[in-house]
């Protein structure tokens, strides 16, 4: 299966910790998006790749939280200073760029713990 | 700014029950309107995209469609593997990249 995959599933870590979560998205998809989701919420959007290119970036995102898509494949999510309002599934999720489509395929979640 | 609303928030069903899930948005232009699946501790799962009012998808016991100002998910003869939290989301035609959720119906078919 080829799948996008995210590494880790888990993280525990005490607040003030810097985390970082990798996504590998499916291989011929050239667009790759980070979302938050908590409980009872659906996915809220954090930032979006086209290729290498960071395109957006939601105003609700803090100066903490910084991603990275250095050769348009992987992307990296690297969140400072961690504090216990950052728990949450962090999803990743790809796309094919056109004019038809633009569903989006999601990896399985990193699931971050802030104690 | 886009928005999207999910009713009802929960929905219990007996299996063989048919019903409805409802998804009301509001965006400057329509790019898409796309439902996912979602099982607990799991990304969701990819269903349906619909461009236009009028257009209908099916697949298998799901059946969605769209109008100008909201979606309906229909579940014919609900199974128990049908449980499950169902989200809608939509795209704007001025920020095609980002999708907007809704918080989700979460469905329990009971056998």
């Known amino acids: 299966d080829t799948g996008v995959s995210q590494d880790p599933r888990h993280k525990i870590t005490k607040r003030g910790q810097n985390v970082t979560f990798r996504c590998d998205p499916i291989s011929e998809h050239n667009r790759l998006y980070w979302y938050r989701q908590t409980l009872g919420q659906g996915p809220e959007f954090l930032t979006y790749?086209?290729?290498?290119?960071?395109?957006?970036k939601s105003r609700l995102l803090s100066d903490r939280f910084s991603a990275e898509r250095p050769k348009g494949s992987f992307s990296t999510l690297e969140i400072q200073r961690t504090e216990q309002g950052d728990s949450a599934m962090y999803l990743c999720?790809?796309?094919?760029?056109?004019?038809?489509?633009?569903?989006?395929?999601f990896g399985p979640g990193t699931r971050l713990t802030v104690l | 700014e886009d928005q999207v609303t999910q009713s009802p928030e929960a929905l219990r069903l007996q299996e063989g029950e048919s019903s409805s899930l409802n998804c009301s948005y509001t965006v400057s232009g329509l790019r898409g309107l796309f439902w996912y699946r979602q099982d607990p501790g799991k990304g969701p799962e990819f269903l349906f995209t619909l461009y236009s009012a009028g257009e209908e998808k099916e697949k298998e016991r799901l059946k969605a469609t769209l109008t100008k100002k909201e979606s309906f998910l229909h579940i014919t003869a609900p199974k128990p593997e049908d449980s499950a939290t169902y989200l809608c989301?939509?795209?704007?035609?001025?920020?095609?990249?980002?999708?907007?959720f809704g918080d989700g119906t979460t469905l329990t078919v009971k056998p």
């Open positions: 989301a939509v795209q704007d035609t001025a920020n095609a990249g980002k999708s907007t």
């Open positions: 999720a790809s796309s094919r760029r056109g004019l038809a489509g633009g569903e989006q395929f």
């Open positions: 790749f086209q290729n290498e290119a960071q395109l957006e």
